[in-house]
């Protein structure tokens, strides 16, 4: 009993004071924050993803009740993707000074004014306020930027993947709202098909104001794979800086050759695909929930696409990749013409699943890239550099619409897209490596918390 007693006040000696031990930031959980806040991000953007359904498959209702061309339709489009990508700069920033919580709250309640107040319109413009103005700029708040904050904030190891599962939350909400959309349009109309988008945006905000946090200093914890490191205090000039990181990072190469291959990127994924495909495919006499479901099988195949592209971007040379990625794209978009059908054919779902497999695959790669070249302004950057996918996706959902008024069809716009993308992926091998070790420095961040530290002043920062 004295040895019992004895054992015990030896074990008493080695832990710390009871004060020390509350103070101490709580690191070990079966199951760590960081995967609930990611898990959270990956359904809000999800919601938010929702009104990417809807542009495709309204063109030609619109077209038939309104008689409006497909070019004005197509600019609506257009203006909601630059948009999207010109306030993605700037989200990093705003989560910054006003905690993430609420900048993704209010996204998403201008995301569901947009689409509830586009039921009562009667003129063009209204739809370029409505799904370009608000939605536009709801949407980009909650672009890429929103999951480079969440990974590098709450992530030190696993971001490539963490990256790669939040990049494919849009193609869920594609894979969620794509047939659903498609049957509710075909049964009840266009609005009715609004409406549900409006409340999808709706329905997520409690989840966000309930779960999200907006750093792991919030609940005592440290990053996962990493250090603890305190809150930092809301930096005040991070727009100015936001700005500053873009004359700065304009005058070196790689920049320019990662915005033009991103802008590629979005011109042959949201510009093309998701906003002409579906009525492209009913010129050919598909109806248009068929036209819907492939897109949807797109955004299965873009899930695992892209969580696999984020686990290969942690192990091989991310300009080889974005290449390899690039290329192939183009060559499965020259041979698209010749598979359109009234019907479904074996080698129309070869290239949907094919292109599925690409779609945001270029995402992981192009991250760890930035990151690379430009360390601590890296999320700023990349904000930039999709603000330029989006302006590539603006001009073909617009240049889109204007080919099929001009021409009757949309071959000529496949085509043209295939030869982009072998641009890029020339242009991808020719991004110089860096001369620093930033990418190096990040990637070791496990090993300790400079890199997390880095990490986390370039979001704060930006």
């Known amino acids: 009993m004295t040895e019992t007693i004895e054992s015990a006040a030896r074990d008493d000696d080695r832990r710390p004071p009871r004060e020390e031990r509350r103070r101490r930031p709580r690191i070990h959980r079966r199951i760590h924050r960081a995967w609930i806040v990611a898990a959270v991000t990956f359904v809000t953007i999800i919601g938010g993803a929702a009104f990417g359904s809807l542009p495709g498959l309204l063109i030609n209702p619109l077209h038939a009740e309104f008689g409006w061309s497909r070019g004005e339709i197509g600019l609506a489009a257009s203006i909601n993707m630059a948009l999207y990508g010109l306030t ?31 039921v009562w319109m009667t003129a063009s413009w209204q739809l370029m306020i409505y799904w370009g103005l608000l939605v536009g700029l709801g949407t980009g708040s909650m672009a890429m930027a929103f999951a480079a904050t969440v990974t590098n904030r709450w992530f030190v190891t696993r971001r490539g993947l963490v990256t790669g599962i939040l990049t494919a939350a849009g193609a869920s909400g594609q894979l969620v709202f794509l047939p659903l959309c498609a049957w509710i349009v075909s049964e009840h109309g266009w609005r009715p098909a609004s409406v549900t988008v409006a409340l999808a945006a709706l329905v997520v905000v409690p989840f966000v104001r309930l779960l999200m946090r907006d750093h792991p200093a919030d609940v005592g914890l440290a990053p996962y794979g990493g250090v603890y490191v305190a809150k930092p205090a809301p930096a005040r000039g ?10 700065s990072a304009a005058r070196t190469g790689p920049f320019w050759l990662l ?6 990127c979005g011109a042959s994924t949201n510009g093309l695909i998701r906003t002409h495909f579906v009525p492209s495919a009913h010129d050919h006499g598909m109806p248009i929930t068929a036209a819907a479901s492939l897109l949807a099988v797109i955004g299965i195949f873009d899930v695992v696409g892209t969580i696999f592209s984020g686990w290969l971007t942690d192990r091989f040379d991310a300009r080889r990749l974005l290449a390899v990625y690039y290329a192939l794209r183009g060559i499965s978009l020259l041979f698209l013409p010749m598979l359109m059908a009234p019907e479904v ?28 070249q430009y360390g601590d302004d890296s999320a700023i950057v990349f904000g930039w550099v999709l603000a330029s996918h989006q302006v590539g996706a603006a001009v073909v959902a617009f240049l889109g619409g204007v080919a099929r008024d001009v021409f009757g069809s949309y071959d000529v716009v496949w085509y043209a897209a295939g030869a982009l993308c072998a641009v890029a992926a020339l242009m991808s091998l020719v991004i110089r490596r860096a001369a620093r070790a930033d990418s190096a420095a990040g990637g070791a ?4 918390g400079d890199s997390a530290d880095s990490a986390d002043s370039a979001v704060s920062s930006g």
């Open 445 to 448: 961040g496990a090993a300790g």
């Open 238 to 247: 991070a727009a100015r800086r936001t700005v500053k990181v873009l004359f």
């Open 259 to 264: 915005a033009g291959t991103f802008a590629i």
């Open 88 to 118: 993605a700069p700037f989200a990093a920033a705003l989560m910054d000074r006003f905690g993430i919580r609420r900048v993704v709250a209010t996204a998403l309640t201008m995301v569901a004014a947009g689409a509830l107040a586009s």
């Open 345 to 372: 054919q074996p080698p129309m779902v070869f290239f949907i699943v094919f292109y599925g497999l690409d779609w945001v695959a270029t995402v992981p790669p192009t991250l760890a890239l930035c990151r690379e």
